[in-house]
Every structure is written in structure tokens, then in C-alpha cells.
């Protein structure tokens, strides 16, 4: 059989900028930046940290059941838009992307027995990535096989290109694909010890200096079935760079063989390609290794746009958020603009888009590394 | 779907008291690189690895794909008492070796590999998932070959981690890291081979199983098959019937598969696994 198209026939989205696609959708028009100011006292150094939350969510970041309470959220709008009733899905696949999972219940749990009965406190007292598949079952009946994710921030863009391939092949007909990264001790004090935090995002710009974190859940339903959002996933390509744990080879050459891979499998030719949603952490040795990865790879360079200065990096969620955000907004007919984008690094060679543009029709490419030499290319068609 | 089967390597231990033996000196014996910074979880990846892919050089596109159906607990453990018990942050790589992907950039760097390397998971059921990643890559020419590994790790102290699993309180444990390497299946040669069929509901897994059975075939049944589901495969198999026998870990699809290979039986392995209405099957035969 030959492979499948995959289309994806519903998407979800909560993040900084909304709670579900048409408000995040709106906040990205407005060009909106929500930052929350995150507290964690305690420790040696205080913990103050500008993060982007759930918008209307900031007073309960840490409560310990946020994250069960979370899940469903955006899994339910893109249920509802494909029209995945109740008996469709009790064989629907699952995939999930993450990087912390349900750590943030685990670590609730464990504050509360250390605090009444610390004799008795193990850590970690909750173990595995089963909780998303578990509260999907039991609250809107998703029973079929899932997949867990944990490829730091490539996690949930692993998770759809997995979902594709399988669709692609016939094994499944469609699959529920969520990426989540809920606020958490784990993550803001880890990554407050790497000391890659900066005040604000701004990718691809002279004076950039790290990243901002984030939070969100995103959602996409793939289907074998053509939909009429007009969007399908093309394909995508994954590889592996063992130059550091924490980045990727600065001078580009695994992220240019990246572009290559995707485009290769995708079969499409760099000029085809309509725009390029760059991972864009701001982070310096990752921005310099993406520009030197596309200028090896695209020649000239099409638009690039970078939209974490909207979301916050949300980690092993950014691979669905962005796409989502993204999918959407071609949908709505515009590339959107870079924010936090001021002063052009003449090391670079690569100046993001700082204006909407109108969005034509064809293929785009989306961009995603991660902790572990982790690199991930995903291909979006628009198809109207 | 089905592949060629190159070779795999089994690592079990069973625990029951602390400490754990050390695995500098098998790593130092298995692996070419001196990894540093590497935790428990890590050892046991790069251990497994390291053998499977003993006398060969990998094609470095060979697409690697490891899991665990509790992750890096050990290390993860420590962060969390860094952060909540001690109010310290978490020392950087420990922060790092969270993550599932640590574990694929060690053995990635261990074996060259420059491929696509995937960290996935399911509960009870890590090695059906890979396997189906892996051969669905395979069929697709994602990869020639691919590498495809689950590790579980038992930290100490073993009675809170019997608390965390919710194992019986007599009950053994475990730590284990099985591996097979596969390969697309074309052209001639001796090898062993793999196929299984996945995302079977209860009575999908009886048919599978009737219609792949042939004699001489060894059936194993999973532990967390439901009774009758497991009695009618008991019924529907005609020769040995292996169930339990393994102290508790999360993969024991992948303990069960890499013993077999590991004896050298002649025969085939038909693995009946899964759990929560998601069931495969898996037969491996050297």
C-alpha cells in the first residue's frame, strides 16, 4: 500500500496567550506578551523568574492538582472539532510529548507528606508516564494504544511524527496527539542552575542573552481522512547530535543534514518551501547553530518566524503549541511576525520576519531541538 | 511487520538487598568511550547497547529507540530531594539526566550514531511500543537497521520503591536492560527474525496468535493479560506455555524476548503482551 496523507482534522490550544485556538489565535494578531512573575523562596539563591502561565491560571502555578485538573483541556477542543465522538474514541491511538510529565503532582505530593510526616516521605512517589493516558480514558473515554514521549523539547514533535508514520502506513486511521508542560519545581530551579534564563525572549537578535519558560497543552487530531481545516502534515525527519548534551553543534552541520532529511523525505527542494517557524530559544549557541544550520540548508533563506516570544519556550510542548499556533494562523491567512526581535547579529546572517506577510498556500517547515542532540523537522501543508 | 534480527543482549538482576553491583567494570569491558556524568539508568542503557552492538560497526543512520516504563527513577528521586527536602537546585547534570533523552545522547555517542534517536514509553508495555516505532521506521526506509533497547532501574532504598510500583511486599525486583538489533528484511543470510503484530484488542490477539502459530512454537503470556483472556490463549496453544518466573519490572515483554534469544533455542517465542485493552504479539526466534 502506498503511504497515506495525513491531515489534521482538529487542533487545540491553551497557553499564555489564551484559553483555546480562537483566543490564542487573537493574542498572536494583538502581538500579545503575557509574563507572570514566578516566586520560589528557599533556596540559596531566591527564585524570580517572568514566565509565561496560563492566562487567568497565575495564583495557582504549583497547586497539586493542576496538573490532572489540566489535561483534558485542549484535547477536548480538537476532539470536538474533528467530531470524535465517544465511540471512535475508545480505539483512538494516544501520543503524548513532555518533558516533565506529571513531576509537578509528584512533587506537590511529596512537599505534603515532608511537611505532616517527614519520617515517612519518600520522593517521588508517583512514577511513569501513564497519569495523561489514565485522566484521557477516564474522562473523555481515549482508550487506544498511546505513546509516551520524553525527548526533552522535541517531545511532542516526535509524538506527531510518530502518529504520522503510523497513519501513513494504515496501521492506524487517526490519532490524538497531545504535547503538555505544566509549571514546575523541577523545571524552574533545573533550569535556574543551568543559568540559561533571561528576562526576555529574543530570538535570532544581537542582544539575546536565553530563553523565557512557558506552559501550555496543545492538541492536534491527525486523521487518514481529508478535513476541512485545509491542513495536512507532510512528514517529517529526526536525528541525533552528540556534539553536547545541552546544544547543538553550533557550526549547523546536524541541523543543515536535518533540513536536508525532511525535505528529502518530503520530497520537496529548499525553494519549495513557503516559510520556516525556527525553534528560536534565544539562547545563544542554539541560534547561532539554527542560522548556520538554515543558511547551509536554504539558499536564499525563506521567511523565518520564531513565536516563542508569544508562548515562552514550553519545552517538550513546543513541538505541538508552536505547530498549532502556527497552523492556525496560516489558516487565518498570515505569517506572523518575530517579536523581541530588534538589533540584527551580523554573526547570524539570518534577520526574522518582523511584519505579518500574507500566507500562500504550500509547504512550511518547523524546527525543534532538544536536550540530547535531539532534532526534529516537521513539514505543514497548507492546502487552502 | 516483521525485520531481521541481528543480535540482542539481556542484562537481568534481581534485588533484593543494597547496594546494586557496580557496572563500571562490565561498561569499562562493553563500551569504547569512558562516559562520565552518567547515572544508574545511563549504565544500564549504555550496558545493553554497548553489547548488543559488541563486534559490530552500526550503520550511523541506524535509528535508535530506547524506553522505560518508569524512566530515570534514580536519578529523578535525587532531584526531587535536591529541590523539596534540601532547597537546593538541582546540580546540572542531574537536572539533564532527567530527561529520557540523556540516556539516547550517551548510547548515540557510545555507538556513533547520528540517526533518529527516540525516548518512548508505555506502562506495562514499553517494548511492544518501540518495536512498533522501530519496524513501522523500517518498513517506511526511515532507517536501514534499528537499535532498540528498554531498561528499567530498582533504586534503593527497595521498600520505598515497592511503595512507588505498588509491588506485593514479597515480591522480587528488578533492573534489566534488553536489546535487539534490527534489520530491514531484504536479501540472504542467516538471522534470526522478529514479527508481531500490535494494537490487537482481546479478540484480535486470539486471531493473531492462531493464525502466526506453527508447531513447535512457545507460547509466553504476559502478566498483565486479563484471566480469561489469558486461559483461551493457554487453550489455543499447542506446545509449552510460559508465564511468570521473572521478578517484577516494567518491560518484561523485553526480559522474556532477550532470555529466549540469550539460551540459543532453536525454536519460536510467540509473546502475548499488553495491557489495558491494548495487547500484541511478539515472536522472536534466533
Redesign the interface.
Known amino acids: 500500500m502506498a503511504?497515506r496523507r495525513v491531515y489534521i482534522a482538529g487542533m487545540g490550544l491553551s497557553c499564555a496567550l489564551g484559553r483555546g485556538l480562537a483566543a490564542c489565535a487573537e493574542g498572536l494578531r494583538q502581538g500579545r506578551r503575557n509574563t507572570v512573575t514566578v516566586a520560589l523562596d528557599?533556596?540559596?539563591?531566591p527564585v524570580r523568574l517572568p514566565y509565561y502561565a496560563l492566562s487567568g491560571d497565575a495564583g495557582t502555578l504549583f497547586d497539586t492538582g493542576r496538573f490532572l485538573r489540566l489535561i483534558p483541556e485542549a484535547a477536548i477542543e480538537a476532539l470536538d472539532q474533528a467530531g470524535v465522538g465517544r465511540v471512535r474514541r475508545s480505539?483512538l491511538?494516544l501520543f503524548v510529548g513532555s518533558?516533565a510529565f506529571g513531576?509537578s503532582r509528584?512533587?506537590g505530593e511529596?512537599?505534603e507528606v515532608?511537611e505532616r510526616h517527614p519520617g515517612s516521605?519518600?520522593?517521588?512517589?508517583?512514577?511513569?508516564?501513564?497519569e495523561v493516558?489514565d485522566r484521557l480514558?477516564s474522562e473523555l473515554g481515549v482508550?487506544?494504544?498511546?505513546?509516551?514521549?520524553?525527548?526533552?523539547c522535541?517531545a511532542s514533535a516526535?509524538a506527531l511524527l510518530?502518529a504520522q508514520?503510523?497513519i501513513?502506513?494504515g496501521?492506524?486511521d487517526a490519532a490524538l496527539v497531545l504535547g503538555l508542560e505544566l509549571a514546575n519545581?523541577?523545571t524552574f530551579?533545573?533550569?535556574?542552575?543551568?543559568q540559561l534564563l533571561s528576562q526576555e525572549l529574543k530570538p535570532f537578535d544581537a542582544g539575546r542573552d536565553g530563553i523565557v519558560l512557558g506552559e501550555g497543552l496543545g492538541a492536534v487530531l491527525l486523521s487518514a481522512e481529508p478535513g476541512p481545516l485545509g491542513l495536512e502534515l507532510l512528514g517529517g525527519?529526526?536525528?541525533?547530535?552528540?556534539f553536547s548534551?545541552?546544544s547543538a553543534n553550533p557550526d549547523g552541520s546536524?541541523i543543515a543534514?536535518l533540513q536536508r532529511q525532511v525535505l528529502d523525505?518530503c520530497g520537496l527542494a529548499p525553494g519549495d518551501v513557503r516559510a520556516v517557524k525556527a525553534h528560536g530559544t534565544a539562547s545563544p549557541l542554539n541560534d547561532s547553530g539554527e542560522a548556520a544550520g538554515l543558511r547551509l540548508a536554504f539558499d536564499p533563506l525563506p521567511p523565518v518566524v520564531a513565536l516563542k516570544p508569544y508562548l515562552g519556550h514550553t519545552l517538550g510542548a513546543c513541538g505541538i503549541i508552536e505547530l498549532v499556533l502556527f497552523a492556525e494562523s496560516l489558516r487565518r491567512g498570515v505569517l506572523p511576525p518575530t517579536a523581541g526581535f530588534r538589533v540584527e547579529d551580523p554573526q547570524l546572517g539570518l534577520r526574522p520576519l518582523t511584519r505579518e506577510l500574507e500566507a500562500p498556500t504550500g509547504p512550511y517547515l518547523l524546527n525543534y531541538f532538544?536536550?540530547?542532540?535531539?532534532n526534529t523537522a516537521l513539514v505543514l501543508g497548507k492546502t487552502a | 511487520m516483521s525485520a531481521r534480527l541481528l543480535a540482542w543482549s539481556h542484562y537481568l538482576h534481581a534485588v533484593r538487598q543494597a547496594p546494586l553491583p557496580s557496572l563500571d567494570e562490565p561498561l569499562r569491558a562493553s563500551c569504547r568511550g569512558n562516559h562520565r556524568r552518567v547515572d544508574r539508568f545511563i549504565q544500564l542503557a549504555l550496558l545493553g547497547a554497548a553489547r548488543c552492538a559488541t563486534g559490530r560497526s552500526l550503520d550511523p543512520a541506524c535509528g535508535l529507540y530506547l524506553g522505560s516504563g518508569l524512566g530515570p527513577v534514580g536519578n529523578n528521586i535525587l532531584v526531587q530531594e535536591q529541590i523539596c527536602r534540601d532547597h537546593q537546585f538541582p546540580r546540572p547534570f542531574n537536572f539533564v539526566n532527567t530527561l529520557g533523552s540523556s540516556a539516547t545522547f550517551y548510547v548515540a555517542k557510545e555507538l556513533g550514531l547520528e540517526g533518529q534517536a527516540w525516548w518512548a514509553a508505555r506502562r506495562g508495555a514499553t517494548l511492544e511500543a518501540l518495536l512498533e516505532l522501530a519496524l513501522a521506521d523500517l518498513e517506511l526506509g526511515v532507517c536501514r537497521s534499528a537499535l532498540v533497547g528498554v531498561v528499567e532501574e530498582c533504586p534503593a532504598p527497595y521498600e520505598d520503591q515497592r511503595l512507588r510500583i505498588h509491588a506485593a511486599p514479597d515480591a522480587d525486583m528488578a533492573e534489566g536492560s534488553h536489546w535487539l538489533l534490527l534489520e530491514a528484511e531484504s536479501g540472504p543470510g542467516p538471522s534470526g527474525r522478529l514479527d508481531a503484530d500490535f494494537g490487537l484488542d482481546g479478540p484480535g490477539l486470539e486471531a493473531a496468535l492462531a493464525e502466526a502459530w506453527a508447531p513447535g512454537d512457545t507460547l509466553a503470556l504476559g502478566p498483565e493479560l486479563p484471566a480469561d483472556l489469558a486461559a483461551r490463549l493457554r487453550a489455543l496453544a499447542r506446545g509449552p506455555v510460559l508465564e511468570g518466573g521473572y521478578p517484577v519490572h516494567d518491560s518484561l515483554a523485553g526480559a522474556r524476548a532477550t532470555d529466549w534469544l540469550r539460551t540459543l533455542n532453536q525454536s519460536r517465542l510467540q509473546i502475548a503482551c499488553g495491557c489495558l485493552g491494548n495487547y500484541a504479539r511478539i515472536a522472536v526466534a534466533a
Open positions: 503511504p528557599g533556596y540559596t539563591e480505539r491511538a518533558t513531576v509528584a512533587e511529596y512537599l515532608l516521605a519518600f520522593a517521588l512517589p508517583r512514577v511513569g508516564f501513564q493516558r480514558s482508550g487506544g494504544p498511546d505513546f509516551a514521549f520524553n525527548t526533552a522535541t516526535n510518530a508514520r503510523l501513513s502506513l496501521r492506524i519545581r523541577t530551579t533545573g533550569f535556574s542552575g543551568l525527519a529526526s536525528n541525533s547530535d552528540t548534551v545541552t546536524s543534514a523525505r532538544g536536550f540530547g542532540g535531539n
